[in-house]
T-cell receptor, first 110, second 114 residues
Framework: GIQVEQSPPDLILQEGANSTLRCNFS?????LQWFHQNPWGQLINLFY???GTKQNGRLSATTVATERYSLLYISSSQTTDSGVYFC????????????FGQGTRLTINP | DAGVIQSPRHEVTEMGQEVTLRCKPI?????LFWYRQTMMRGLELLIY????????DSGMPEDRFSAKMPNASFSTLKIQPSEPRDSAVYFC????????????FGQGTRLTVV
């Protein structure tokens, strides 16, 4: 099945810094989503982005489907951005199910 | 819409007991997914339904686990008998029945088996 690899596994930054999280996947995809798991365990939808670029406030994401990767950018980080960021993909050849990466744990210090 | 609703939010049970987790998908969504999150294995799909019919249950760990979807607005995941290694957070998600569609997750049920 499709493999999803996220990097870096951990990232510690000061408030106000910018960050880039990467998601590599091993096959063509119909679906790619970025989630933020907050300290209470909730999975919050950030972007649905199987291709192209989207922006939402301080967050933006780009997926280059032909090169099988996606990037999540966080600018001017705030402490509330802390948590684990997951990339999940649905393979073009497979069914609807999402396969998750192992996540990037982001810690923003004040 | 209230989103995907799961209950209970937390469950503590003794080994050997039956556990039932519940999920109400977003109204109008016709695909429902059960995921499990553990430190060791991350987020993994257990089973999913399209139009109340189980499509892929290859992720169900063993016969102690069963899932049902009696109608479009309700699903259960049952563990009988429960074991300590079943301790995890169980998420339910729903989406439209298409491969190119966004899935939304419930708040999860944190299960502890002692």
């Amino acid at each position: 099945g499709i493999q999803v690899e996220q990097s870096p596994p951990d990232l510690i930054l000061q408030e106000g810094a910018n960050s880039t999280l990467r998601c590599n996947f091993s096959d063509s995809v119909n679906n790619l989503q970025w989630f933020h798991q907050n300290p209470w365990g909730q999975l919050i939808n950030l972007f649905y982005i199987p291709s192209g670029t989207k922006q939402n406030g301080r967050l933006s994401a780009t997926t280059v489907a032909t090169e099988r990767y996606s990037l999540l950018y966080i600018s001017s980080s705030q402490t509330t951005d802390s948590g684990v960021y997951f990339c999940a993909v649905g393979g073009a050849q497979g069914a609807q199910k999402l396969v998750f990466g192992q996540g990037t744990r982001l810690t923003i210090n004040p | 819409d209230a989103g995907v609703i799961q209950s209970p939010r937390h469950e503590v049970t003794e080994m050997g007991q039956e556990v039932t987790l519940r999920c109400k998908p977003i109204s109008g969504h016709n695909s429902l997914f059960w995921y499990r999150q553990t430190m060791m294995r991350g987020l993994e799909l257990l089973i999913y339904f399209n139009n109340n019919v189980p499509i892929d249950d290859s992720g169900m760990p063993e016969d102690r686990f069963s899932a049902k979807m009696p109608n479009a607005s309700f699903s259960t995941l049952k563990i009988q008998p429960s074991e300590p290694r079943d301790s995890a957070v169980y998420f339910c998600a729903s989406s439209l029945r298409r491969r190119d569609t966004e899935a939304f997750f419930g708040q999860g049920t944190r299960l502890t088996v002692v």
